[in-house]
């Protein structure tokens, strides 16, 4: 991203406003954020160890299947982050392919009869969605129902935000940060902090919040042409296969695997993720498929027992925003969390404004 330089100000002469926000992390939370306040004419400079474009498994936004998917067993509120995602995505899917957003169709077959807080929900949100009929689906399912739906590739994606919030009067800083208190002796003018840092929250020397934890996700990337439809498996045998368009593939998952930081392919869990998805879709997804098309992805998801963190906290003259603890929903949630922020930050400016 280039390098970028110490931002300071004369503290009494900047309004509130004019004070450049500050953003811990630049995984999709943090980007897809500053994006937004940017649009609302925010500063905002990033600080962060890993950049739109590295792909460290730490990195967990670089390897994401990212697939916008209704999640079942979610609270009204948290729905409706997914449904404000789902309108940013698909303005973007429209108007900016360079995006990496794209739509697809998608068949969600489900194991157990639905329950009330189950993801049918998505009918609210997703366009063309219908009830299955039984010859529709695998007689060993309930139910499953077919939507059109939204597929981001990380690979295009993140590059693309990189170069929107520069382009939108952004900074980055590549810098482990140890401390929130450090960040704030960096940018002793700003007024607003916001923590995206995913698992960093962990160590963090003033917010070490035990409740995050790393989950290592593995998935398989098999080429094809075939890919202009997601399938997902709702149930015990939790298994999709997310569409890749511009990539000219379709990944394969999918597993989770608490506290395991291993960066090397497993290739008993790869079978496993084949099997399944040939079990799934045999249609795209050959028994035995040629190794020649296909490679493996490991990355470490920002997860945290319980949800993820959004809140907001004054601490002195500092409002500090948390947002982190996605796990593998950073993308569903991404810009629903940003738009989110952005509502907070105008609060505050609010605030400052009106005292």
Known sequence: MGELQHYSADIPSVPFAQRPVIILGAGIIGCATAKQLLLNGFPVILVAEFLPGDQDIRYASAWAGAAWHPAGGISAEWRYLQAVTHRHLLKMAQEEPESGVCIVDALEYVEQPPSTNSSAWGKAVASKWRDLQPDEYPSEFSCGWSYKTLVTDPTHHMPYLGKKIIDLGGQFIQKHVGSLEELYRMFPESSVFINASGLGS???????????????????????????????????????????????????????QADDLSPEPDM????????????????????SPSEDDLSYIVGIRPSRQGGFRLDSEQQGNRIVLSAYGFGGGGYAFSYGVADALVKMVEKAEQENVIL
């Not at 963090?204 to 094809?224: A, H, I, S």
């Not at 079978?271 to 795209?284: G, K, N, Q, T, Y």
């Open 202 to 256: 962990k160590t963090l020397k003033d917010v070490q919040d035990d409740k995050c934890f790393p989950e290592r996700g593995q998935n398989v990337f098999y080429k094809t042409d075939k890919c202009r439809t997601l399938y997902f498996r709702n149930g015990q045998e939790y298994t999709y296969v997310i569409p890749r368009p511009m990539s000219h593939g379709v990944v394969l998952g999918g597993v989770k």
């Open 268 to 287: 008993e869990i790869a079978h496993d993720e084949i099997a399944r998805a040939h079990r799934l879709a045999p249609e795209i997804i050959p028994e």
